[in-house]
């Protein structure tokens, strides 16, 4: 299994980011996928999870600011951030789990106040 996040960058406060992660070697559309994240000096947290019948949950940090999606035919799940704030910076992981769990390397959120 393998995961590669993509899509941080530097963002101003109150900006957008979509992050994106794509899987293989799963049978992808079986797995609920989720975003972690994790920020200096900070232990990682869950921000997002969405599982094999498309049903989401959130970290209360981040509702309704936050959408996390799936498309099953890319092998991708998605994570929206809208109206980012200084602290939603941390590096962004995605997991999933199969027998144990499966990280991607990161990408990394940087928002400016």
């Known amino acids: 299994v393998q995961l590669q996040a993509s899509g941080g960058g530097l963002v101003q406060a109150g900006g957008s980011l979509r992050l994106s992660c794509a899987a293989s070697?799963?049978?992808?559309?079986?797995?609920?996928m989720k975003w972690y994240r994790q920020a200096p000096g900070e232990p990682r947290e869950s921000v997002a999870m969405?599982?094999?019948?498309?049903?989401?949950d959130y970290a209360d940090a981040v509702k309704g600011r936050f959408t996390i999606s799936r498309d099953n035919v890319r092998r991708t799940v998605y994570l929206q951030m809208n109206s980012l704030k200084p602290e939603d910076t941390a590096v962004y992981f995605c997991?999933?789990?199969?027998?144990?769990?499966?990280w991607g390397r990161g990408t990394l959120v940087t928002v400016s106040s």
């Open positions: 969405i599982d094999a019948s498309h049903n989401t």
């Open positions: 070697g799963l049978n992808f559309r079986l797995y609920t």
């Open positions: 997991n999933t789990r199969l027998s144990r769990d499966y």
